[in-house]
């Protein structure tokens, strides 16, 4: 009988390399929950820095203050991003595969942009109809006076890119491209996925009142459809980004 050399029997202890794997519903979720938690530490700082900044004290009604202003706003939001990136970072190279092929981060044909952007404008045409048969405002109001306090700051430009670019871009890895991941490859599925995906994402938008929530939560379905239907986060985040640019001149134009 053969004996084994020095490095055949080193290969044969070698174990073969883990085979990627996706995150199911619990590590999915509870993966999720750490990555909303470095969003809010990244959002936290932002507003205690400009506390500090502004001679202010850490109570509630200094909290309060900052935290409807403009400029603080935007910074918040920017500051969201790069810390949902770390953490989906951390998440995602645990599984062995690649962070863009994880999160949906694919191209997809200018077809489905234009479904994409004529059902969007079809359902919140419809959302802002009813709005207005209702004699409710079309946009919140408290945006008008977010927009009005980042112009006397002269950072509107900034608060355009924190509603416009960072914001869609974290909160559709999060929803669309985490959530959505991992929980169509558990029992949900892809319907049950879109579903849970979207409660939750509108859970992340309370500072709404109960109607734009509905019309959140519609949004959701469609964002979550058309990245199940396509495969591609990218488009649901250049709809995600259209929708508040849109949103956004819509409430500076109304506020006057």
């Known amino acids: 009988m053969d004996s084994l050399t020095p490095q055949d029997a080193t290969a044969a202890i070698v174990a073969p390399p883990r085979p990627p794997r996706v995150w199911k519903f619990w590590g999915t979720a509870l993966w999720g929950l750490l990555i909303f938690v470095a969003m809010f ?21 200094g909290i309060t203050h900052v935290v409807a ?42 077809k489905n942009v234009i479904i994409g952007v004529v059902a969007l404008v079809v359902l919140v045409g419809a959302w802002d109809m009813v709005s207005r048969a209702a004699g409710r405002e079309v946009t919140p109001g408290f945006m008008g ?56 994402w509108t859970i992340m938008h309370l500072q709404y009142d109960w109607f734009f929530l509905c019309e959140v939560l519609s949004i959701g379905f469609l964002f979550g459809y058309l990245r199940f239907r396509t495969g591609s986060t990218w488009l649901t985040i250049l709809l995600h980004g259209l929708n508040n640019f849109a949103a956004t001149i819509q409430t500076w134009w109304l506020a006057g």
């Open 41 to 61: 530490v990244g959002q936290v700082a932002v507003v205690i820095y400009r506390i500090i900044a502004q001679g202010g004290e850490l109570s509630a009604a």
């Open 69 to 110: 202003d403009g400029l603080t706003i935007s910074l918040s939001v920017l500051a969201g991003l790069p810390m949902v990136l770390l953490a989906l970072w951390f998440a995602i190279r645990r599984t062995g595969i690649p962070f863009a092929d994880y999160l949906g981060l694919r191209g997809t044909s200018w």
């Open 145 to 200: 006076d977010v927009l009005k306090s980042a112009q006397d700051h002269s950072a509107l430009w900034l608060l355009v890119i924190a509603f416009a670019v960072a914001a869609p871009l974290w909160e559709e890895l999060f929803a669309r491209g985490w959530l959505y991941r991992g929980w169509s490859e558990s029992r949900l599925g892809p319907y049950g996925a879109i579903l849970l995906s979207s409660i939750v």
